[in-house]
């Protein structure tokens, strides 16, 4: 059974840094791109960043294009997402989420989603 578990969150200043982590289980892990969405109560989520399964492809969606980057380690069945310059628009709840091939930015192509971990980023 697919399980993704997600942590590194938690309460930063403006301007600082977090990384987060997700590490899969029950999926072959290599085979699959990985995404990163965020999401506040009540709205839909929001395309944060992909990346392929050998990790040589990558997108950002534009609110966090130069700020965050994501990577994986296939041997560790973990992907990343370390965030830089934090606003307090980058508070909300992030979710690791998988899907088989090849990337995609809507969350609506992706198989199997965490739980989430809170980002709360005061001013």
């Known amino acids: 059974q697919a399980q993704l578990v997600e942590s590194g969150g938690g309460l930063v200043q403006a301007g600082g840094s977090l990384s987060l982590s997700c590490v899969a289980s029950g999926i072959s892990f290599a085979t699959f791109a990985m995404g990163w969405f965020r999401q506040v109560p009540g709205k839909e989520h929001e395309f944060v960043a992909t990346?392929?399964?050998?990790?040589?492809?990558?997108y950002y969606g534009d609110s966090v294009r130069g700020r965050f980057i994501i990577s994986r380690d296939n041997a560790k069945n973990t992907v990343y997402l370390q965030m830089n310059d934090l606003t307090p628009e980058d508070t909300d709840v992030y979710y690791c989420?998988?899907?088989?091939?090849?990337?995609?930015?809507?969350?609506?192509?992706?198989?199997?989603w965490g739980q989430g971990t809170q980002v709360t980023v005061s001013s």
């Open positions: 989420a998988a899907r088989p091939m090849g990337i995609a930015t809507r969350a609506d192509r992706y198989t199997y």
């Open positions: 990346v392929s399964p050998s990790g040589g492809a990558d």
